[in-house]
């Protein structure tokens, strides 16, 4: 490929475009060969964005394995799912299930408290285009008395429950801010719900709130004030 004509600027709106791995190659090694600084470091840039790229596929595959597995064993349809709020003093306890496609494009999927709320707003729009069905579901405070047994670090070691956890957050997040109108002054919108110092404070000043929950010690403490 001849870069030698072509001016920096030219190079760059070039290298921003997408092609076939092969006319990648052949464009970095002419890159490379450039004498002028410019192209050489425009190559070292596409370069490691390759490298991150073809990282970032790897990655993806890990956290996909399981259920590679269990499509070669037959399996057709793999569901993943996760909860998300069992730890905030107020608001539901949100559960979502995900069955993706076989083939799916989720790049920067992970652990959704790694992700900023706009990322996972962006991402749960994708999951559920690319889904076969997603499903969310919530229990309300009163409703929650009984003990589970979790595995721990599935949100951040398969894909699927990965995926329904972005799903759940989300559509949670949602609900809190949602709350937060209804029930204003204690930032839930902020918290979500989460036992931090202002909603320890807030809960102090106005009380527990109907979407507090009762079981947990700083609510009770409070509604005995």
């Known amino acids: 490929m001849d870069v030698a004509g072509r001016s920096l600027s030219e ?52 956290l996909f394995a399981r259920r590679a597995r269990l499509f070669a064993e037959g399996v057709r349809c793999v569901a993943g799912v996760d909860e998300v709020g069992m730890g905030p003093l107020a608001g539901p306890v949100v559960a979502v299930a995900v069955i993706l496609r076989e083939h799916v494009d989720l790049t920067g999927l992970k652990d959704s408290k790694q992700m900023t709320r706009g990322a996972r707003e962006k ?3 994708r999951i559920r285009d690319q889904a076969i069905a997603c499903s969310a579901g919530k229990v309300q405070p009163a409703e929650i008395v009984a003990p589970q047994t979790a595995i721990v670090g599935g949100d951040a070691t398969d894909g699927s429950i990965a995926a329904a956890s972005v799903v759940a957050k989300v559509h949670r997040d949602a609900i809190m801010r949602h709350l937060a109108e209804r029930y204003p002054g204690y930032g839930f919108e902020q918290h979500m719900g989460y036992g931090t110092e202002s909603h ?3 809960l102090q000043r106005l009380g527990p709130s109907p979407v507090h929950r009762r079981s947990f010690s700083p609510v009770a403490r409070a509604e005995r004030r």
Do not use: I, K, S
């Open 11 to 62: 190079l760059r709106a070039r290298a921003a475009e997408e092609f076939a791995a092969a006319e990648q190659e052949e464009f970095l090694a002419a890159l490379r060969r450039d004498p002028r600084r410019g192209a050489r470091e425009l190559a070292e840039r596409l370069e490691r964005r390759r490298n991150a790229a073809a990282a970032e596929v790897e990655r993806l595959e890990g």
């Open 123 to 125: 991402l749960a729009l």
């Open 200 to 202: 320890l404070a807030a």
